[in-house]
């Protein structure tokens, strides 16, 4: 491995460890202050996984992956590096990012809210309203119809029954009373059967 190899490597570790300190700081961030269970072990051990992962390729391009003591001596410094020089800068900007992002958030929430969901349901309780009282409208239109259309037919059947024999009125009224009987036993039936 030639001297510039190692040169590169050493840097790229270095940038590594920095990489490793800053990634540890945003996860224990946003993780950190989760009750211990099954989902904490699947956290820390993804996250370390991705750090070993996002390591091993920066090893890779620098010299194909050719492990040495220097190696694990350079990503240790870079760690420490970071922690001594750039961590509360770090984790200043991190805080600030997150209240800008938790800021834009709210207003892109605040925004859909009033710009799409209080007209949108406005306009869903308006169509409704619309509806109902379209059918509001024909169900009296068709009751009104329907009344007028058939009182011609009652008035004939009035007149009719006015004009029958009074034998005949009294049959068909016993006529009736029979029918009537035989639908409430039918009914009685069924209940005894369905039971």
Do not use: H
């Not at 410094?77 to 992002?101: D, H, P, V």
């Not at 009224?173 to 009537?180: K, V």
Request: proline share 2%.
């Amino acid at each position: 491995m030639t001297l510039t190899t190692q040169f590169i490597t050493i840097l790229a570790m270095i940038g590594g460890g920095m990489f490793v300190g800053a990634s540890l700081d945003t996860f224990e961030r946003f993780f950190g202050k989760r009750k211990r269970g099954w989902l904490e072990i699947i956290y820390q051990l993804s996250f370390w996984l991705f750090q070993a992962s996002f390591l091993f390729y920066l090893l890779y391009l620098a010299n194909y992956g050719e492990l040495r003591v220097y190696v694990f001596v350079a990503i240790v410094c870079g760690f420490a590096a970071y922690r001594a020089l750039f961590q509360n800068l770090y984790l200043k900007t991190l805080e600030m990012w997150i209240r800008i992002s938790m800021a834009v958030f709210r207003f892109l929430k605040k925004t859909g809210y009033y710009l799409i969901f209080i007209p949108s349901k406005s306009i869903i309780f308006l169509i409704i309203s619309l509806l109902l009282g379209v059918y509001k409208i024909l169900l009296k239109g068709t009751i009104i119809l329907f009344l007028v259309v058939f009182y011609p037919i009652r008035l004939i059947f009035q007149i009719i029954w006015r004009l029958l024999p009074k034998n005949m009125k009294n049959y068909l009224r016993d006529l009736a009373g029979f029918l009537d009987k035989m639908k409430n036993t039918m009914n009685k039936w069924m209940k005894r059967i369905k039971k």
